[in-house]
């Protein structure tokens, strides 16, 4: 029996691995959840898997979810920063899923990383943000961290049994979105909902609007450069518009090895929280038939300009990736809310960036700190551009 604590349990990404470990209820126990404002539903996964610590946001939702909770439960609810540390922190978790959306996961994985535990990582803003002190701490606590992202799943499959030394190039494979097939002129009229729209993943809105923007591609690059220790430029994004080739590894020999499914997050949940051993899926699986083509191309780095600025970022490293990461979050929030454009997003990206006076080797203090500084630049900048612009 395997102890779980789940960072972000009312997300695509923790609503999936709860239904993973629902379906094997004998290898797996849910002992902790944490989530931020959907106190509904995280009420129904205290009913169901009677977690003995749960946190979210703040006193006043903790407040109303006491009011919703039955007692007889006893599962205890916090709030706010210490009470997701705790979460991630648990005496009695083996494993903790990391699923926040965006840098908020950044501290309470690392409480978990302190605290020696085993991590799912799925939360790619803590390997972008702080992924040279995520993998040293990592190795001095003797921790494992096990992707859940279906490309670094991929990878990880991939690599398993081959030498390190052996590696030519990653290819990263992406949908391309659902502007894959819309001209660039048309970017700056569409709507948030039009991004929403992802042709084969379903998932939350801000992991949908940066695959739109190809953003998630670059965050991925950055992620699988921290991950399996490549050189940035050996990591190459190609669009696979079925969404059946996760991602792929070219060894030096010439040899291409590659991961297959189809497009279900559950797989690489289930991968990661069972890993080595491989859960049985009751289905669908695979038809290579039905699927019929697989077909390859380059990204448009004019039509999709935040992939080329991930790059650069990657590249340049120190703070440069937490500042990509914070205003593209500004950028995100301030698109859903229709007040910039979606081809403002990596205009807005872009002119934080170069603001920036990089450190080139932070300490966590400096990569908040440079979270921060973003943050609030992006705002000022945004406030020069106006949808009727």
Request: aromatic residues 6%; glycine residues 6%.
């Amino acid at each position: 029996m395997k102890n779980i604590s789940i960072l972000g349990s009312t997300g695509s990404i923790g609503v999936n691995a709860l239904d993973v470990i629902k379906s094997n209820q004998s290898r797996f126990r849910v002992v902790a959840l944490s989530a931020c404002r959907n106190i509904s539903l995280l009420n129904t996964q205290i009913k169901q898997f009677r977690p003995k610590v749960v946190s979210v946001v703040d006193k006043e939702h903790a407040r109303k979810l006491e009011k919703m909770i039955d007692p007889a439960a006893g599962t205890q609810i916090l709030f706010g920063s210490d009470g997701y540390r705790e979460v991630a922190a648990i005496k009695e978790a083996n494993m903790v899923i990391s699923a926040m959306v965006g840098s908020a996961g950044l501290i309470p994985t690392m409480a978990a990383l302190e605290a020696g535990k085993d991590i799912a990582l799925a939360n790619k803003e803590t390997m972008v943000m702080a992924g040279d002190i995520i993998v040293k701490n990592a190795k001095k606590m003797g921790v494992t961290i096990l992707p859940v992202d279906s490309e670094h799943s991929a990878i990880f499959q991939c690599l398993s049994g081959n030498r390190h030394a052996d590696i030519n190039r990653i290819i990263l494979t992406a949908s391309g979105g659902p502007f894959l097939n819309i001209a660039q002129d048309e970017l700056a009229n569409v709507k948030p909902e039009h991004a929403l729209r992802h042709p084969n993943w379903q998932m939350g809105p801000k992991i949908t609007i940066d695959s739109a923007s190809m953003m998630n591609k670059g965050l991925e690059v950055i992620e699988a450069k921290h991950f399996f220790s490549v050189d940035i430029d050996r990591i190459e994004v190609q669009i696979h518009p079925q969404s059946i080739i996760h991602s792929m590894v070219e060894y030096v020999d010439g040899s291409v090895i590659a991961q297959l499914g189809v497009p279900d997050m559950r797989i690489p949940i289930a991968y990661a929280l069972s890993y080595p051993e491989r859960l049985r899926r009751t289905g669908p699986f695979l038809d290579l038939l039905k699927v019929g083509r697989f077909d390859f191309f380059c990204p448009d780095l004019k039509k999709f300009p935040s992939l080329k600025l991930a790059y650069d970022a990657g590249r340049a490293g120190g703070t440069m990736p937490a500042v990509l990461n914070a205003a593209n979050e500004v950028a995100v929030t301030l698109f859903l809310k229709e007040a910039v454009r979606f081809t403002d997003m990596p205009k807005l990206i872009g002119e934080v960036l170069s603001c920036h006076q990089m450190k080139g080797t932070p300490d966590i203090h400096d990569i908040l700190e440079a979270d921060r500084w973003a943050r609030e630049r992006a705002n000022k900048i945004a406030e020069r551009m106006s949808v009727t612009s």
